[in-house]
Nanobody, 124 residues
Framework: QVQLEESGGGLVQAGGSLRLSCAAS????????MGWFRQAPGKEREFVAA?????????TYAASVQGRFIFSRDNAKNTVYLQMNSLKPEDTAVYYC????????????????WGQGTQVTVSS
């Protein structure tokens, strides 16, 4: 079992930055692939980024965030981070951390563990 807890969300102006954290308990983050998703009101949950459980695979980003967001992990702290730069109003959503994908990283249903989410609001 893995418990995930996100933090770091908030209100920011367009062009600003936020860093989300996802702390894991129960198992170490180095054991699993880890992912970030987001869900805006009235929309489906969408893939943002994923990082593999080992360094042999590359971190993957959604096209909409490529070049602006950076996904990193600190295995010593059992925490992963999503650094979000050059934020846009369309980035406004609840952001969810996920762990342990059994299939496509892009599909929410392939992820076994989820956090409760943290709200990110970007004002124009």
């Amino acid at each position: 079992q893995v418990q995930l807890e996100e933090s770091g969300g908030g209100l920011v102006q367009a062009g600003g930055s936020l860093r989300l954290s996802c702390a894991a308990s129960g198992r170490t983050t180095s054991t699993y692939s880890m992912g970030w998703f987001r869900q805006a009101p009235g929309k489906e949950r969408e893939f943002v980024a994923a990082i593999p459980s080992w360094s042999g695979l590359a971190t993957t980003y959604a096209a909409s965030v490529q070049g602006r967001f950076i996904f990193s992990r600190d295995n010593a702290k059992n925490t992963v981070y999503l650094q979000m730069n050059s934020l846009k109003p369309e980035d406004t959503a609840v952001y969810y951390c996920a762990a342990d994908s059994a299939g496509s990283w892009y599909e929410p249903r392939s992820w076994r563990y989820w956090g409760q989410g943290t709200q990110v609001t970007v004002s124009s």
